[in-house]
């Protein structure tokens, strides 16, 4: 029986869909829409908790901050039999985004360096049409208009992401300025390396996200306007996951 090196779980404790988060209580979030919920790993962080759904099961796991760790936990979970995946997060909104916008990326550049460890000779990466499709039809089902597009994933966050330096030493406004020339919409550390990965192992693989953040002037989407968007996200995260069952 195939076991996960650092999830510490096995085939049988997952089924065919998986949900990642950042956000430990964002796995709690989403738990709470589900039945026969199941805790089954808290170890480095990588808080795992299973349940059911419209008669599907799904599995959920935070795994927090960056590419080589969204890796890590996607490809351990593909390696047990998962074969589709959706990241559920936030992120920086560009160009024609806005703050409390829904962002499902068709599409991620990746200036990451994992997304290369997977397929070396490309830079952008596709969303899985077909799970996309799915989530774009929920959204509708709850009169939400996404903006979809292609989205950037960065390795460095005070240095591609978001100045703290009031000189801008790293030039992060010139970025911001290349990825929306490039038409980009949303900012983040990790899509490109799930599409990288779904590419590469033939999976299916999505983000949806809740731009929170301003990459230009840093404002941020309020707490109420956050909590009530995260309650929509969830729900139509899991939503889109079964309705092939």
């Known amino acids: 029986m195939k076991t996960a090196w650092y999830l510490r779980l096995s085939e ?4 065919r869909s998986a949900i990642l988060v950042g956000d430990r209580s964002r796995v709690h979030l989403i738990a709470s829409f589900m039945t026969e919920t199941k805790i089954l790993n808290e170890d480095r962080g990588l808080l795992t908790v ?28 593909i390696n047990l039999g998962v074969t589709q995946i959706l990241r559920l997060g936030t992120t920086m909104n560009l160009g024609s985004s806005k703050l409390g916008d829904f962002v499902l990326a068709d599409s991620a550049i990746a200036r990451d360096g994992t997304s290369r460890s997977y397929i070396q000779d490309k830079t952008t990466f596709l969303a899985s049409p077909t799970l996309n499709s799915s989530i774009a039809q929920t959204l509708e089902e709850h009169g939400i208009s996404p903006r979809r597009g292609c989205v950037v994933s960065a390795d460095g966050f005070y240095t591609e992401m978001m100045s703290l330096d009031e000189g801008d030493s790293f030039r992060v406004a010139d970025k911001h300025k290349e990825f929306e020339d490039l038409g980009c919409i949303g900012l983040d550390m990790e899509s490109a390396v799930l599409f990288s990965i779904g590419e590469r192992l033939e999976v299916q693989t999505s983000s949806l996200c809740i731009a929170t953040v301003s990459a230009h002037t840093k404002e941020k989407l309020s707490e109420q306007l956050r909590s009530d968007a995260e309650k929509k996200l969830s729900l139509v995260g899991l939503q889109s996951l079964s309705k092939g069952k």
């Open 12 to 15: 049988t404790d997952i089924s």
């Open 50 to 77: 299973t349940g059911m759904f419209n008669g599907e099961k799904i599995v959920v796991v935070s795994f927090g901050m960056g590419a080589p760790i969204a890796a890590v936990v996607a490809h351990e979970l």
